[in-house]
């Protein structure tokens, strides 16, 4: 995973509550073996339609989401964080996040922004008039801004989260900071027994 310091940029509106993952990523796209690739599913069905934010020219190139409250609700799949991020999002903005929603973001780097309520639908209707407004995520100080706009907002993320993002650690990197005393402890392991050394 890289490092995450600060996210700039532009945002797209999706202006929709309780979005759930199969919304983000149908279950027909559930049966592929990569990580990768499944930006092209990420909100597929509703993509179909011309009209779908998505499919605006204004908002092409955006790494950030602004979505309505609850998002990420129903099942845990963690194939919904990887569309976003496979399609390009590098944070998505929101006032409430299903907590295993939030849980696979922070795993792989996609950073959930959570904000006041008043916020959100503030920068739901910014966007809609101003297609061009910069974003600045900021992980180190934990704000949110928007200048054009008058927005400084602080997002809730506890401190070993805040770490791993700034040091770039999923759950492999944060095993492999142990890497001398894994093999440390498989080189006392009989030699009968099995191992992890090639």
């Known amino acids: 995973m890289e490092a995450v310091h600060v996210i700039e940029g532009r945002a797209v509106p999706l202006d929709r509550s309780d979005v759930d993952t199969d919304q983000i990523i149908p279950s027909d796209w559930l049966k592929r073996v990569e990580r990768t690739g499944f930006g092209r599913g990420l909100f597929s069905e509703w993509r179909d339609d011309p009209g779908f934010v998505l499919n605006k020219p204004e908002y092409q190139g955006a790494t950030i989401l602004v979505a309505g409250a609850n998002f990420g609700t129903g099942s845990s799949r963690e194939h919904a964080v990887w569309a976003l991020q496979d399609y390009g999002f590098r944070a998505v903005v929101?006032?409430?996040?299903?907590?295993?929603?939030?849980?696979?973001?922070?795993?792989?780097?996609?950073?959930?922004?959570?904000?006041?309520?008043?916020?959100?639908?503030?920068?739901?209707?910014?966007?809609?008039?101003?297609?061009?407004?910069?974003?600045?995520?900021?992980?180190?100080?934990?704000?949110?801004?928007?200048?054009?706009?008058?927005?400084?907002?602080?997002?809730?993320?506890?401190?070993?989260?805040?770490?791993?993002?700034?040091?770039?650690?999923?759950?492999?990197?944060?095993?492999?900071?142990?890497?001398?005393?894994?093999?440390?402890?498989?080189?006392l392991r009989p030699s009968w027994l099995p191992s992890t050394a090639p």
């Not at 910069?134 to 949110?144: E, I, K, M, S």
């Not at 927005?151 to 770490?163: I, K």
């Open 94 to 187: 929101s006032s409430r996040f299903a907590d295993i929603f939030r849980t696979n973001c922070t795993k792989v780097g996609l950073v959930p922004v959570q904000v006041d309520e008043a916020v959100g639908r503030q920068l739901l209707d910014a966007l809609v008039d101003n297609p061009s407004l910069h974003f600045v995520v900021d992980v180190q100080d934990r704000r949110l801004r928007v200048p054009q706009i008058d927005v400084d907002a602080p997002f809730e993320l506890d401190d070993f989260t805040r770490w791993r993002l700034l040091e770039g650690l999923d759950d492999i990197g944060l095993t492999m900071r142990h890497e001398d005393d894994i093999a440390a402890h498989e080189g």
